[in-house]
């Protein structure tokens, strides 16, 4: 009678984690459903307003040399971002093969473009590194430093580059106020990954109402964070080639604007491109479509550029993104086939000896 009590309260258990999987499907399901729908509404709404004739004049003009120049300067970023990593995983004792990481990196970027978040492709990141060393926290920590990293050096650019185009302008002062928000935010942020001290009334705030399995998980990450602050020389090094990089990503914009016939200074492009990068990786749209046009023809057209000009230069700039990381599609693909022709391969010999004699 016990046994079949458990039993019944095992297959209800497993009923309602079918359930509440389900749920969970439909809710990711709707989800995309509407990112869709923003990113068409956005482009629907832009094009409305530009032109679709002024759109394709735009687009017609495109000089393929300077398009070509944009597809280089981007895919050796991408070599620069995986050393960049690279290093992060050393940091963390991790000493894959250079080929290998580079191989998570662009399978990475190619989710990050194809999915309907642009931090899809970390998630696979991660994944890679946990099966290659089963290691979750580093693989977590070191995306997630990646990440910021890179966020950090282009909001760096951008509020370095602000006074040079600015001074002299008359600026409303909410943009000011802005930037010193976004220094005092970053200022913060690095304490506490980096400051036990100071990250301390908040980790006790997190341990209080997180479950316990939930918070010794993220202790791991943080211990990981924390430890990797504490190595001086490794913390530069990753600064400056995160610079390197992120200084190549928004030189494309400028590259993919000179294939357009624009010739506007490349201040500009450090001082908004961040912001338009930053605000297309919120997870509201598909890939950032439809968010990266639109704010790059406000901000753009603050600074003199035609609207149709800034939509079309953003819309190729994501193109460009999208051609250069398509090896990691063809990475993953292969893969995927590797690991089927492996397990055939393995299963073969027990084929051999189940199967009936011929003779």
């Known amino acids: 009678m016990k046994r079949r009590r458990s039993c019944n309260r095992r297959r209800a258990a497993g009923g309602l984690q079918r359930h ?3 749920d969970g499907l439909i809710l990711r399901f709707l989800y995309t459903i509407l990112k869709i729908a923003v990113s068409a509404g956005l482009i629907a709404v832009l094009v409305s307003r530009i032109g679709a004739g002024a759109i394709v004049a735009s687009l017609g003009r495109t000089d393929p040399v300077w398009l070509s120049a944009a597809l280089l300067l981007f895919t050796a970023s991408y070599g620069l971002g995986a050393l960049q990593w690279a290093m992060l995983l050393r940091g963390e004792g991790i000493r894959l093969p250079f080929r290998r990481t580079l191989a998570f990196y662009y399978v990475g970027l190619f989710f990050n473009n194809f999915l309907p978040s642009q931090l899809g492709g970390d998630m696979f990141r991660m994944f890679d590194v946990r099966k290659a060393t089963s290691d979750t926290a580093a693989a977590v920590s070191t995306v997630f430093l990646d ?15 602000g006074p040079f185009i600015l001074s002299g302008r008359d600026v409303n002062p909410l943009f000011w106020g802005f930037i010193l928000l976004l220094i005092a935010g970053w200022t913060l942020a690095l304490c506490l990954f980096f400051s036990k001290r100071m990250a301390r009334p908040l980790a006790w705030v997190f341990e209080r109402v997180v479950s316990k399995r939930f918070h010794v998980r993220c202790r791991a990450i943080y211990e990981k964070i924390h430890r990797f602050g504490r190595n001086r020389r490794l913390l530069v090094s990753v600064l400056m080639v995160s610079l390197i990089v992120q200084t190549m990503r928004i030189l494309t914009h400028c590259l993919v604007g000179r294939a357009l016939g624009l010739s506007f200074p490349v201040l500009y492009y450090f001082l908004l491109i961040p912001a338009v990068a930053i605000l297309a990786s919120l997870p509201v749209s598909i890939g950032g479509l439809g968010i990266r046009e639109q704010t790059a023809v406000i901000l753009f057209s603050a600074v003199g550029m035609y609207g149709e000009d800034a939509a079309v230069m953003e819309f190729l700039a994501y193109l460009v993104a999208i051609v250069t990381s398509m090896p990691g599609g063809i990475i993953f693909t292969l893969r995927r086939r590797a690991v089927r022709v492996s397990s055939v391969l393995a299963e073969a010999p027990l084929r051999e000896i189940v199967r009936p004699n011929d003779s």
């Open 20 to 22: 509440l999987s389900g």
């Open 147 to 161: 990440r910021v990293f890179g966020l950090l050096l282009m909001s760096g650019l951008a509020v370095f580059s």
